[in-house]
């Protein structure tokens, strides 16, 4: 499960990324400065890292105390872009149903 819901997040946020290319001036910045404004004004701490198909790292950042969460993707070039943001962050685990299972 882990696996799946890890390859599907990572697919996830290379569509928004794409989706958003064209704004990423706005969203990027210094890895230390982002880094910095989701600990300090947010509390959002790591949960995952995978790379990207671009060679970037998309990172999950998310507070248990707040249930933000925060999908960023920092590029070759070192400049740290956000992705995508929310609310209701929960760390769950559930088994995938066998294959051919009815749902």
Request: hydrophobic residues 35%.
């Given at each position: 499960m882990t696996q799946t819901l890890f390859a599907f997040s990572l697919g996830a946020a290379g569509l928004i990324l794409a989706a958003t290319a064209g704004h990423s001036a706005t969203q990027c910045g210094k890895r230390d400065m982002v880094?910095?404004?989701?600990?300090?004004?947010?509390?959002?701490?790591?949960?995952?890292?995978?790379?990207?198909?671009s060679n970037g790292v998309m990172e999950v950042f998310a507070s248990d105390t707040s249930g933000s969460w925060t999908i960023t993707v920092t590029r070759p070039d070192g400049l740290m872009?956000?992705?995508?943001?929310?609310?209701?962050?929960?760390?769950?685990?559930?088994?995938?149903?066998?294959?051919?299972?009815?749902?």
């Open positions: 880094l910095g404004q989701l600990t300090e004004k947010y509390g959002e701490t790591r949960r995952s890292i995978g790379v990207a198909a872009c956000l992705v995508a943001s929310g609310q209701g962050f929960e760390t769950i685990t559930e088994q995938l149903p066998a294959k051919g299972a009815k749902i």
